[in-house]
């Protein structure tokens, strides 16, 4: 079994910087896509960034030019380096990364249990 454990969250202010990291651990995992979202109060769950194998990256229109994914899907893990922190990023971050595990490749989608970032002054 696949688990992801995350790892980073606090508390910041305003215009401070975080790193969330993100490791995966368990059986065989091919992974082709990691990500981060995250969901505050009374809101839906939302893309912040995501990054594919290929190396190729996007993220939410709110975090662009602030936030930056990074990865290494061989060695299956993830990070979010969080800068220019604003009050409306506070949320639970989760991770999420998505592969083929197993003898027969079997597609799997994990998820993390999530990190609490607060932005505040």
């Known amino acids: 079994q696949v688990q992801l454990v995350e790892s980073g969250g606090g508390l910041v202010q305003p215009g401070g910087s975080l790193r969330l990291s993100c490791a995966a651990s368990g059986s065989h995992f091919s992974i082709n896509a990691m990500g981060w979202y995250r969901q505050a109060p009374g809101k839906q769950r939302e893309l912040v960034a995501l990054?594919?194998?290929?190396?190729?990256?996007n993220y939410a229109d709110s975090v662009k030019g602030r936030f930056t994914i990074s990865g290494d899907t061989a060695k299956n893990t993830v990070s979010l380096q969080m800068n220019s922190l604003k009050p409306e990023d506070t949320a639970v971050y989760y991770c999420n990364v998505r592969g083929v595990v197993g003898i027969y490749n079997r597609y799997l989608e994990v998820w993390g249990q999530g990190t609490l970032v607060t932005v505040s002054s």
């Open positions: 990054i594919t194998s290929g190396g190729n990256s």
